[in-house]
């Protein structure tokens, strides 16, 4: 009997506390109504990806292992998109115009600022990042940042 | 106890004095005073010029002394934490491109360094269009109306797209009756009946963000645009149709008149001809141009004629002779002959009444010449008194009593005359000394003499 109770004392609440990140969402959404993404933001995804489709040389069809990694699963749409603002800031370069870094800053920065999420991110998983330099991969990230958004407002709609 | 109360009050009281709280009021009122004098308003104005943006300042109290007063912008920046602004006279702006567009700004007042007053505010909840241009006012005389279009720059931008709109309108002579038309479009129609005709007016626009998600003032007012309304076109064409229709309107009352005028006396003869009465018809066929005429089958009015007797036999002799003689012309010319001296003044009846007679084959001397007759008259009164020849004069219808030889040759039985009718009936009195018995010459199919043609030839 005195076995069976410490197994349920010292056992149970460390697996909850363990299973609880995986089930519940890290981040909340301010910009649920979709102004602020209307708005701002999709203008400034859509400048980008204009004008890197005007420059845009050949992609690779698959996507960078980076990238898979993150996904905007069900309930991790707000850390999905808090890890892809952060990404953002890596793509703003010197040899850029200067508005398409104010347009990444814009994207990163105001997806940041309508997120309030507890950073989960820790040293390890930013040094593992490298520097994305290719266009290719900017290219896919916004797109992904950009379902992500209307995934978030199409769930907002229906609730 | 005493002197440890007093000691403790002592020490309130220079704590009070020494603090300088609000029991100061000359204190007091300088802080309030300090506060008001930099109240600040601002507006944004996003892609005023390319992608850049400006935000504008100004003080509330326009007295204030701004001499070393600056204003600075911190949050909701791109890559910076804080901007400041530029002066121009008494007006501080920016233009930048960085700002972030969304969460909240602050704006701080700073003297030398130091914040004097801050304000916190949104760029997207402040932003103030720019004016509406080229507005034209454009008349549509199909519609009758008139279109009103401007411009404005807004719809090239990518931010700041949805407008509202503010039209006012007003005539010219009518100082600030405006009157407003809210629209989201960049057109307008402005109905020709609810504007005064040949009328001046004058129009401007101005501009508001929607609401949606930016916000803010209304844009200054488009320049003035001008224009006539025109006069009524109606008033043109209706005096040609006014005077058409007068017309129309008299003319068929005319003829409404006319009809019902002359409706007994012309229209319903021909429309609706009576039949002849045959009393009626005989009086007018008799009837002679001469007014002192008395035409009439009454046996009272030839009182005053002087009757002669018919020699019977002679008559019958000359009849039986003219039914013999087939050449209408011969009889014409003997008839002529006979007649033609002796028909004027009164001893023409006595001849005449030689003539008629004798074509009576012996019957009563007052008789109708059988066969030969289709129209009857009735017997003379044997009586001697002259007719009254004024009457008839020379030259007038002659008025035969008795029996008148008819063209035709019937056999129909004719009526017996008594002694005591008499029948006056007139010749034409076309041909002076051709009485109607100049019809004896002509051939036996003229020598009936109906009613009807009678009628018809009167």
């Not at chain 2, 909701?76 to 530029?86: E, G, M, P, Q, S």
């Amino acid at each position: 009997m005195f076995h069976v109770s410490f197994r349920y004392i010292f056992g149970i609440p460390p697996l909850i506390l363990v299973l609880l990140p995986v089930t519940s969402s890290d981040c909340d959404i301010e910009g649920k109504d979709g102004r602020e993404y209307q708005h701002v933001l999709m203008i400034s995804i859509n400048d980008l990806l204009d004008t890197m489709i005007k420059n845009r040389t050949n992609c690779p069809n698959n996507e960078p292992k980076v990238l898979k990694k993150h996904a905007c699963d069900d309930n991790k749409e707000g850390m999905f998109l808090y890890r892809a603002a952060r990404k953002l800031k890596q793509f703003v370069k010197v040899n850029n115009s200067e508005d398409f870094n104010l347009h990444l800053s814009r994207v990163s920065q105001g997806t940041l600022q309508l997120l309030n999420c507890t950073p989960k991110e820790d040293n390890k998983s930013v040094k593992e990042q490298r520097k994305q330099k290719s266009l290719c991969s900017l290219g896919i990230l916004l797109q992904k940042i950009k379902t992500c958004w209307n995934k978030i407002l199409r769930g907002s709609k229906e609730h | 106890m005493t002197i440890l109360g007093t000691a403790f009050g002592m020490v309130f009281y220079l704590l009070q004095a020494v603090s300088g709280e609000s029991g100061y009021a000359q204190n007091g009122e300088f802080e309030d005073a300090e506060l008001d004098d930099y109240s600040f308003s601002c507006y944004s104005q996003l892609e005023v010029d390319g992608t850049q943006h400006l935000l504008t300042c100004a003080f509330d109290d326009p007295d204030v002394n701004s001499t070393n007063l600056e204003f600075e912008i911190c949050g909701a920046l791109l890559n910076v934490k804080c901007l400041t602004f530029d002066k121009l006279q008494e007006m501080y702006f920016i233009k930048t491109k960085k700002f972030l567009l969304i969460g909240d700004s602050e704006i701080h007042v700073k003297l030398g360094g130091k914040n004097i007053t801050s304000k916190k505010l949104n760029i997207v909840e402040i932003v103030k269009p720019e004016a509406p241009f080229d507005i034209r006012v454009i008349y549509r005389k199909g519609a009758n109306d008139f279109l009103v279009t401007f411009n404005t720059s807004h719809s090239q931008k990518k931010y700041v797209k949805e407008l509202m709109h503010e039209v006012a309108y007003r005539q010219e002579k009518n100082e600030n009756d405006w009157m407003h038309v809210n629209l989201s479009s960049t057109k307008l129609t402005l109905l020709q009946r609810k504007l005064q005709p040949d009328a001046m007016y004058e129009i401007k626009v101005r501009s508001i963000p929607n609401a949606n998600y930016f916000q803010g003032f209304w844009s200054e007012w488009s320049p003035t645009f001008h224009f006539r309304t025109p006069e009524i076109t109606g008033g043109k064409m209706d005096p040609v149709l006014l005077t058409i229709s007068i017309l129309s309107f008299f003319s068929v009352a005319l003829m409404v008149i006319l009809a019902c005028a002359l409706w007994k006396k012309r229209i319903k003869p021909i429309v609706w001809p009576s039949l002849p009465d045959h009393k009626k018809t005989l009086e007018q066929l008799c009837k002679k141009p001469k007014k002192n005429l008395n035409v009439s089958f009454n046996p009272e009015s030839f009182l005053d004629c002087q009757i002669h007797k018919v020699d019977g036999i002679q008559a019958r002799d000359e009849a039986e002779s003219f039914l013999q003689d087939t050449s209408p012309s011969q009889l014409d010319e003997s008839e002529k002959r006979r007649l033609g001296g002796g028909m004027q003044g009164p001893t023409w009846p006595s001849e005449h009444a030689a003539i008629t007679p004798k074509a009576f084959r012996g019957d009563s001397p007052f008789g109708c010449l059988a066969g030969s007759i289709s129209m009857c008259e009735a017997l003379v009164q044997p009586s001697s008194r002259s007719p009254d020849c004024g009457e008839s004069g020379k030259n007038g219808p002659h008025v035969y009593q008795g029996l008148l030889l008819g063209p035709g040759t019937t056999n129909s039985t004719v009526p017996t005359p008594s002694p005591f009718q008499s029948g006056i009936l007139t010749l034409n009195p076309t041909a002076q000394g051709q009485p109607v018995l100049t019809s004896l010459g002509s051939s036996q199919e003229e020598a009936y003499v109906t009613m009807s043609s009678f009628y018809q030839n009167q």
